[in-house]
């Protein structure tokens, strides 16, 4: 018994260090390596590593596992009770196929992710208007999508993803990370080129179809990016993007730039990507839609209506469609 509870706390403590690397595919190699003469343990484990993936924070799942040492088949059974009520069928837009869909967490928009694509709602909400506004026929997926849209040109300032996975498939796809080591315009690895947004690299009207997601409120002077969007855009060009967002009618700056200090006039927020805490500068209202005027965009809110929010299993989160002027 000692010795089989010492290769559990060495798998647990594996699964620690796995999770600072990669918080899924790591971890399960290691807990594999480290259980493997234990079948029943290793399998409470995967339970518990895909309750961590969907639902639970690091510490949550490594507290739940060292309970699990005393009582596996008990906590295997609490495991899977819990993800049987919230699993749910659902329509996923960016593989095009009827699958599970996981239910978790307080935000509408980062749950109900896709079982075999790793997609959550913001993510899919956002390839339904990329399908829409290119003429893509339901049913949606990214596949149609690159399929339709071989001559398009697009940057996406993020470089992994579910989209980015079937985007990159396009001869004229870019997209990049922010490293501030790096010089920008460069490359931080094989295929992502670091660009800040704020002054970006890019030619004029290089690009159909810009794409960014939940970044806008992380940048220090929006305006700036605003401006480069448009400049890299080809006019009609369109800049699809997601924000948090609650309808608010007034946008909010939490931070003012005093001969350049950034000087926090409200709490510090920050969110977590799973890589990295970033801090919040914006929180955007409705006047954004006047705002983006001012750079040459048209913008318009996009949000499901009923039979599509239940279809797709997105509860609830707009995607903005700023389409550039002509001229």
Same mark, same amino acid.
């Given at each position: 018994?000692?010795?089989? @509870?010492?290769?559990?706390?060495?798998?647990? &403590?594996?699964?620690?260090?796995?999770?600072?690397?990669? #918080?899924?595919?790591?971890?399960?190699?290691?807990?594999?390596?480290?259980?493997?003469?234990?079948?029943?343990?290793?399998?409470?484990?995967?339970?518990?590593? %895909?309750?961590?993936?969907?639902?639970?924070?690091?510490? &949550?799942?490594?507290?739940?596992?060292?309970?699990?040492?005393?009582?596996? *088949? *008990?906590?295997?059974?609490?495991?899977?009770? +819990?993800? %049987?009520?919230? @699993?749910? !069928?659902?329509?996923?837009? +960016?593989?095009?196929?009827?699958?599970?869909?996981?239910?978790?967490?307080?935000?509408?928009?980062?749950?109900? &992710?896709?079982?075999?694509?790793? =997609?959550?709602?913001?993510? *899919?909400?956002?390839?339904?208007?990329?399908?829409?506004?290119?003429?893509?026929?339901? #049913? /949606?997926?990214?596949?149609?999508?690159?399929?339709?849209?071989?001559?398009?040109?697009?940057?996406?300032? !993020?470089? &992994?993803?579910?989209?980015?996975?079937?985007?990159?498939?396009?001869?004229?796809?870019?997209?990049?990370?922010?490293? #501030?080591?790096?010089?920008?315009?460069?490359?931080?690895?094989?295929?992502? %080129?670091?660009?800040?947004?704020?002054?970006?690299?890019?030619?004029?009207?290089?690009?159909?179809?810009?794409?960014? !997601?939940?970044? /806008?409120?992380?940048?220090?002077?929006?305006?700036? =990016?605003?401006?480069? +969007?448009?400049?890299?855009?080809?006019?009609?060009?369109?800049?699809?993007?997601?924000?948090?967002? @609650?309808?608010?009618?007034?946008?909010?700056?939490?931070?003012?730039?005093?001969?350049?200090?950034?000087?926090?006039?409200?709490?510090?927020?920050?969110?977590?990507?799973?890589? %990295?805490?970033?801090?919040?500068?914006?929180?955007?209202?409705?006047?954004?839609?006047?705002?983006?005027?001012?750079?040459?965009?048209?913008?318009?809110?996009?949000?499901?209506?009923?039979?599509?929010?239940?279809?797709?299993?997105?509860?609830?989160?707009?995607?903005? +469609?700023?389409?550039?002027?002509?001229?």
């Amino acid at each position: 018994m000692l010795n089989r @509870q010492l290769y559990i706390i060495d798998g647990i &403590k594996n699964m620690t260090e796995a999770t600072a690397i990669n #918080p899924v595919l790591e971890i399960k190699e290691k807990v594999f390596a480290s259980t493997f003469y234990f079948p029943d343990i290793y399998s409470i484990t995967l339970c518990y590593l %895909r309750l961590y993936e969907y639902y639970l924070s690091r510490e &949550k799942m490594l507290e739940l596992i060292t309970k699990a040492i005393k009582n596996p *088949r *008990r906590a295997a059974e609490k495991t899977w009770n +819990i993800l %049987r009520r919230t @699993q749910h !069928q659902g329509q996923c837009s +960016i593989c095009g196929i009827e699958t599970i869909m996981y239910k978790y967490g307080k935000s509408l928009t980062e749950t109900n &992710k896709c079982k075999k694509c790793g =997609a959550i709602a913001r993510n *899919r909400h956002l390839a339904i208007v990329l399908c829409k506004v290119f003429g893509v026929e339901k #049913p /949606f997926s990214m596949k149609k999508f690159v399929e339709n849209s071989k001559d398009l040109a697009v940057y996406e300032a !993020q470089g &992994k993803g579910p989209l980015n996975f079937h985007l990159k498939k396009l001869q004229g796809y870019a997209c990049s990370e922010y490293d #501030p080591d790096v010089q920008p315009g460069s490359n931080i690895q094989e295929g992502i %080129r670091c660009e800040d947004l704020q002054n970006l690299t890019f030619e004029d009207e290089t690009f159909d179809l810009v794409i960014t !997601q939940t970044v /806008f409120e992380h940048i220090l002077e929006p305006d700036k =990016a605003w401006k480069e +969007i448009a400049r890299v855009l080809k006019p009609s060009g369109y800049h699809i993007f997601s924000i948090p967002f @609650q309808n608010s009618p007034i946008t909010e700056r939490r931070v003012k730039i005093d001969d350049g200090e950034e000087i926090f006039i409200m709490t510090k927020v920050y969110h977590n990507d799973g890589v %990295r805490n970033s801090l919040v500068y914006t929180d955007y209202g409705l006047d954004l839609l006047d705002h983006l005027k001012d750079f040459g965009f048209s913008t318009e809110l996009h949000s499901l209506g009923d039979m599509d929010s239940n279809t797709y299993r997105i509860d609830g989160g707009y995607i903005f +469609i700023s389409l550039k002027d002509r001229h």
